[in-house]
Each structure stands twice: as structure tokens, then as C-alpha cells.
């Protein structure tokens, strides 16, 4: 996400000559090719212009502490701007009556449906009680997909096969959700492959007629300028509350997220990333900007942690690695707990510093893969006692995993040598009594 501007943002700055001031001298090719950077990922011309002459406004003149460089100082500059082009702070989702209508739009192909999904999940473990209601009655499988995304999140989905009038299917499903006390229902628009009056007509109605407190307007990421054009103009019919970031982990280059602020002057409420329910996060323009600048997200590393964390689990793998007894078992649980936090790449590049190292390393979902099929190989006595598993085991390892025996062997001593590092630490006390 954004790899290809926090490279070039870094560059630019690190272009920044001089000491004690900056000025307007030694700040203009740097303030140049941070709009060169800033156009290139499909931001306008316009905003990218406005953005460069407010850094440079800000920057020159400053003085310089002896503690930080002109680069430093100038990365704090463009740092505190994007912030403010992003949005400036995060914002809530409005969620008032009984029960709550958020209402989602979107052009066909921009994972509208699939973000009924996840805010429904979202929505679910804060501990409110969301229903979904399928009012796309136009896209072939439309209800199908939301009734599968419902199942696999164990949320209730009100449909009617028959019916092709989305407002009396939206006002049922809400009767509906009355009956079974649910507090949140989040109505799914129909989509179109473009802009049409019948479209807007139909969307602009449901709103007028649901009165819902929060409308969404889901985005495309990856097709930028189109995206903030069209979110402009659904807008302007639709004056929707809040923007949704849909396929960041694509190969987008940040145009959308950086403009449609600014265009539409609606906060971005929600970014979405990959095809799992869980895949959705709030927005934090301080967050993004900081990611953006190569800074990293350590916060929302951390929160995306603390959200997997199993308590339990934890104090059974504490007790175990105090008396020296990890093993292939606890390994396992161990690959599944990362697993759940998401993709493994956009995970490390929240860590500052990390991110600019693996800008080329293909980090894929399977990552584990032949970790966890090595591992399924064993026997649970082998899982349980490493030690026993000599050479004929790892054959039989290499055979049961479909990997081979120069895998199982790199397994297994990148396991030992674990094991000798936690030995270790237990030695200098580091796990807590």
C-alpha cells in the first residue's frame, strides 16, 4: 500500500541541503518533487499544488535545532499537512435510533457487498446486535453473496426473492429487525457498472424514505481519480456522511485516499483490506500519513494484536516456556494466532523502519503453508517430543507434507535453535513468575 509514494516522499526529503534555515532556495527542488510524487499517485494537479505551496509556506524560515535535521524537520511539515489533507482526525460512525439504518451505496465491482459484511462484523464485536438487509435486487447473486457473508459471520440476513422494489424490501427488513431486536440494520444498495439518473433516482429515494443515520459511500481504491470523481458526484445528489476505502492491499497508488477529502469534504470512516470479514479498520489520517511518510503504524499494530489476543492462551504458553516445554504443538498455535491479524506484509510494515526493508520481498498468504503442513505431518507424540524425530521420520515428514527433506530439516533446526534462545532467556529470568 502507498509503496511507491513513501519512496518517492522520502527521496524528495532527503534531497533538502542547507543548515540553521530552510529557505526558499534550498526547499524548492524538494517541495518539487514531492508534487512530482504526489501527481504520479494520481492525486490532481490542483490539490497536489495547494498541498507543496502550504508545506512550503510552513517550512521556510524555520529554524533548524541542532537536535534535527532539515529533513527531519521538513518530514514533520509534510507529515502535519498530509494529516490535514487525509482529514485531520478520524471520525466517528454516527449510529442513533432504534434501530440504527446505515445505508451503503456504491458503483457494481467497488466490494460494497462485501462491506456489509464487514461492518456487520465490525458492529458485532463492539457487542451490538447488526442485521443485514439485501436491497440490490438488480446484480445476478447479489443476495447470495450477502446471505453466504452473513452465514459465515453468524449475522441474520433479511431478503425477498420475489420482490423488486428495494424500498418495500428495505422497510420489511426493518420491521423485521424490530421484531427480533436487533439494533443496527445495514441496507445494501444496488450498484451499477456506471453513473445513471435511474440510479441515483433509486438511492437518493431509500435515503429520503430510510432517514438513516449513517450513509456510506463505498470506493474503489484502486481506480483513483475516477473514484474521487464519482464519490463527487454521488455526493452531490446523495450527501452522504462518510467515505469507505475498499482494496487497499491492490496495487493502488494512494490518489483516491489522498483527494477525496478534499473534493468532497466528507471524512474517509473505514479502509478495507483484503476479502475477510476482519479486514476492515477505522481511519486514522495520523496513522496513514505516518505509514505514507515510511514512519510506520505502531499503534494500530499493537491494537490489531491486543484484538487477537487470547488471555488464556497465553498464560498456558507462558507457564510452558518457563519450564522449557515449547513445542511443535504450541509452534502451531503460535502461526495461527499471527494468521489472524492479516496479511503478513501489511502487518510488518506498520513497524517502523521495517517497511522500506520488505518493499521487495513477496510476502504471500501462504507464507506458512509448508510450516503448517510439516507440522500437520506429525504424529501428536512427535509434535509433543521434537527430539524424537530422527532421520527416517523426516522422510516420512518430507513425503506426508508434499514438501522435501531440505524443508523439514530447515523447519526443524530454525525450531531448535528457538528452543535454545528461550533456554536462554529463562536463564536471565526474562519470563515474568
Not at 541541503?17 to 501527481?39: H, P, S
Not at 427488513?173 to 435511474?198: C, F, M, N, P, W
Amino acid at each position: 500500500m502507498f509503496e511507491n509514494l513513501s519512496l518517492r516522499l522520502e527521496k524528495a526529503i532527503k534531497t533538502l541541503k542547507g543548515q540553521g534555515k530552510i529557505t526558499e532556495i534550498n526547499v524548492a527542488e524538494t517541495v518539487k518533487e514531492i508534487r512530482r510524487a504526489l501527481i504520479d499517485a494520481d492525486v490532481s494537479y490542483k490539490i497536489a499544488k495547494d498541498f507543496t505551496n502550504n508545506v512550503k509556506d510552513k517550512a521556510i524560515g524555520q529554524n533548524v535545532l541542532t537536535s534535527v535535521s532539515p529533513g527531519q524537520l521538513m518530514t514533520k511539515i509534510v507529515n502535519d499537512e498530509m494529516v490535514e489533507l487525509l482529514g485531520g482526525t478520524k471520525s466517528e460512525i454516527n449510529i442513533k435510533g432504534n434501530p440504527a439504518i446505515i445505508l451503503v451505496a456504491g458503483l457494481q465491482g467497488s466490494g460494497k457487498t462485501t462491506f456489509c459484511g464487514k461492518i456487520a462484523n465490525h458492529l458485532k464485536s463492539k457487542g451490538r446486535r447488526p442485521y443485514l438487509v439485501a436491497c440490490d435486487v438488480y446484480r445476478p447473486a447479489a443476495i447470495e453473496q450477502i446471505k453466504v457473508l452473513g452465514q459465515n459471520i453468524n449475522v441474520p440476513v433479511y431478503s425477498e426473492d420475489d420482490n423488486k422494489n428495494p424500498l418495500q424490501i428495505a422497510e420489511n427488513g426493518i420491521k423485521q429487525a424490530k421484531t427480533l431486536s436487533h439494533d443496527i440494520v445495514i441496507v445494501d444498495t444496488a450498484g451499477r457498472l456506471s453513473i445513471d439518473e435511474e440510479m441515483m433516482k433509486e438511492i437518493s429515494n431509500l435515503k429520503t424514505k430510510l432517514s438513516p443515520s449513517e450513509t456510506l459511500f463505498v470506493v474503489d481504491s484502486m481506480t483513483g481519480q475516477d473514484a474521487v470523481n464519482t464519490a463527487k458526484t454521488f455526493n452531490d445528489r446523495l450527501d452522504f456522511d462518510g467515505v469507505v476505502l475498499t482494496k487497499l492491499d491492490g496495487d493502488t497508488r494512494g490518489g483516491a485516499a489522498l483527494s477525496i477529502k478534499s473534493v468532497v469534504n466528507k471524512p474517509i470512516k473505514f479502509v478495507s483490506m483484503g476479502e475477510k470479514p476482519d479486514s476492515l479498520d477505522i481511519f486514522y489520517p495520523d496513522r496513514m500519513a505516518s505509514r505514507i511518510l515510511g514512519m510506520g503504524d505502531i499503534v494500530s499494530f499493537v491494537e490489531k494484536a491486543q484484538f487477537n489476543y487470547d488471555k488464556d492462551e497465553a498464560e498456558r504458553l507462558e507457564k510452558k516456556l518457563r519450564k522449557n516445554d515449547f513445542n511443535f504443538e504450541d509452534f502451531l498455535k503460535q502461526i495461527n494466532q499471527i494468521k489472524k491479524m492479516g496479511n503478513l506484509k501489511d502487518l510488518m510494515g506498520m513497524i517502523p523502519g521495517v517497511g522500506k526493508a520488505i518493499k521487495d520481498v513477496d510476502i504471500s498468504e501462504d507464507t506458512f503453508k509448508a510450516t503448517e503442513s510439516i507440522i500437520n505431518s506429525m504424529t501428536p507424540y512427535e509434535r509433543q517430543n521434537p527430539d524424537v524425530i530422527d532421520g527416517s521420520r523426516r522422510r516420512r515428514l518430507a513425503a506426508g507434507s508434499g514438501t522435501n527433506i531440505t524443508e523439514v530439516n530447515k523447519l526443524i533446526k530454525q525450531f531448535e535453535e528457538m528452543r535454545k534462545m528461550i533456554k536462554s532467556m529463562n536463564k536471565m529470568n526474562m519470563f515474568k513468575k
